[in-house]
């Protein structure tokens, strides 16, 4: 099997705090991979520098074979690494519409002359097609924080759809949805992972066991188990470092 | 943004285009020229704009870029007898290599370090200006009228003392500058600097090397300053150092703040209401300054987006 992403003894430290301690992780192509582990484990600062964040302090991280350790972010989207952030990070002040156009024109923006006029009705379609597969299409005009807190959470979600991605980086998806939310948004994330590869960090244990193929749980830094969904839910180290059963 | 919309854009800034045309066939003979110097130093404003507005990079020294127009302009004019076109072009020339220089050791800070930054560099280029008198005469400055020679058109010379040329030129340079910015903030990379003004760790991860999308505004900007600066030169005559000065990075600043940041006209507004206002006020008293003050004090106070940010929030959402 050859890893779409795969790290090597990868570590992050931050002043004495070993945040991620030599974590050698495989992901495979087309896989739903979740992340799990209890807050402060260091699962964010992990998919922050495989995404380009942050600069690992040491260990290495490839992307279908090629290292792509100090490359810069805006290089590894391009690759197709896509990451929507655990706190919403979208533009407030712009709207729906020019927020999800930035990464839709991406694509398109090749040469001089598609960087100082390009045929807007083609991010046009690009942006509408993002914007409805999260639902919110009906919104594209009105400004961003005048969205509620789910809708803006979808909205980011729009904006990693408008990258094509091919490793899909999602960090606490459900965060403050509504459970009706948090069913279309497993339904979203399914139909996504026909095209993509998801790396979810998620702590409702309903979704992890629910969407992903295989499951990772990370504990103060470091990898403590693998497995099937089924296998982890057994595990006695998962679940008394985890599941506080 | 829909072709109906981009209609009434660049409708509405045609059409301010136009009505200045026409104004210089009713203006009284002072106002006349005075609205050929707003125009020149609104193009100065128009590229303090890109950065600040649109790119949310706070410049204190672009009288360098001013300036560098100016010199770049001026100097070949006085002492290789350069035309007007050749000087304009490298005053331009000069501007975009001040700016690309200074971008690409300034623009590894931002925020106040940029600021600061911007101004060290800007003190020490006024600094050499003075140093070296001998060729720029400091303060005291070039006078290049006689140096310049008339421009031809169709057969006929036009001298640059004609008040029609000096409006028109300014308006002509207006114009290009006005739509250029248009265009560039209506473009893909007027969408990205956007995105880098509101949230630039956001807008790398989405896949644009914000640095360079940031040299190159910076660029522009120092282009569209230079271009101002040469223009200025080229139609009043004079190149001094006093346009290097610190006072002179503030002005801009003032002006794009008043008529509202990010905003493609509200440089011209800005710029046009300070400087009447700076005349009427000093026919008044000898303190105009004070006035000045208290016309800033009022808008920040009151309007912070400035006259165009604010009828942009209330009454015209559409416009850029």
């Known amino acids: 099997m050859s890893a779409l992403l795969e790290t090597r003894a990868l570590s992050k430290r931050f002043g004495g705090l070993n945040a991620v301690h030599e974590v050698d992780l495989q992901v495979a192509p087309g896989e739903i991979r979740a992340l799990i582990g209890p807050n402060g484990a260091g699962k964010t600062t992990l998919v922050g520098m495989i995404c380009g964040r942050l600069a690992p302090t040491s260990g290495r991280i490839f992307h279908r074979g090629e290292e792509i350790t100090s490359m810069p972010p805006w290089e590894r989207l391009k690759r197709g690494i896509v990451y929507t952030f655990q706190v919403t990070s979208i533009f407030k002040g712009l709207s729906c519409y020019e927020n999800v156009a930035l990464p839709a024109q991406r694509k398109l923006m090749t040469g001089i002359a598609a960087r100082v006029a390009l045929a807007e009705s083609a991010v046009a379609t690009r942006v509408q097609a993002a914007l409805d597969s999260v639902g919110l299409a009906a919104e594209a005009g009105k400004q961003a924080d005048q969205l509620a807190y789910g809708h803006q959470r979808l909205l980011e979600l729009a904006m990693a759809l408008a990258a094509d991605p091919q490793l899909l980086i999602l960090d606490e998806p459900t965060q403050g949805l509504a459970e009706a939310e948090i069913a279309q948004l497993c339904d979203l994330v399914r139909t996504i992972a026909r095209k993509a590869t998801v790396l979810l960090i998620e702590h409702n244990m309903d979704v992890v066991l629910s969407l992903a193929s295989r499951v990772t749980v990370m504990d103060a830094g470091s990898i403590v188990a693998e497995g099937t969904p089924a296998e982890i839910a057994g595990n006695p180290v998962v679940q008394k470092a985890y599941l506080g059963r | ?320």
């Not at chain 2, 008198?133 to 057969?155: H, M, R, V």
Request: with cysteine; hydrophobic share 55%.
């Open chain 2, 1 to 320: 943004m829909s072709d109906r919309a981009l209609g009434r854009v660049f409708g509405l800034h045609v059409a301010v285009i136009a009505v200045l045309f026409a104004a210089q066939f009713v203006l009284p003979p002072y106002d006349h020229t005075n609205v050929a110097r707003i125009l020149v130093l609104s193009v100065y404003a128009l590229g303090y704009n890109v950065l600040l507005g649109y790119t949310g990079l706070m410049s204190l020294g672009h009288a360098m870029f001013f300036a560098a127009g100016m010199y770049g302009a001026g100097l070949p004019v006085y002492y290789l007898g350069f035309g007007a076109p050749g000087a304009l072009a490298m005053g331009i020339l000069c501007g975009i290599v001040v700016a690309g220089l200074f971008g690409l050791m300034a623009l590894r800070t931002s925020g106040v370090a940029f600021l600061i930054v911007s101004l060290m560099f800007a003190q020490a280029f006024y600094l050499a200006s003075l140093y070296f008198n001998e060729i720029t005469l400091g303060d005291q400055g070039l006078i290049l009228s006689g140096k310049l020679a008339a421009l031809e058109f169709g057969g006929t010379q036009v001298g640059f003392h004609e008040p029609a040329l000096k409006y028109n030129g300014a308006l002509l340079l207006f114009a290009v500058c006005l739509l250029g910015t248009l265009v560039l903030r209506l473009s893909p990379v007027g969408r990205v600097l956007i995105a880098i003004r509101e949230n630039e760790e956001r807008t790398r991860l989405l896949g644009y090397d914000s640095f360079r999308y940031k040299l190159l505004s910076l660029v522009v900007s120092g282009a569209l300053a230079a271009a101002a600066g040469a223009t200025y030169a080229l139609l009043f005559s004079y190149v001094g150092s006093t346009f290097a000065s610190i006072l002179f990075s503030i002005y801009p600043l003032l002006w794009s703040l008043l008529g509202g940041i990010g905003t493609i006209l509200g440089p011209l507004l800005g710029t046009a209401f300070m400087f009447y206002l700076v005349d009427l006020a000093s026919g008044w008293t000898s303190a105009y300054l004070f006035v000045v003050g208290v016309a800033l004090l009022v808008l920040v106070l009151w309007f912070p987006r400035g006259i165009l940010g604010t009828v942009r929030a209330r009454w015209l959402p559409w416009l850029p």
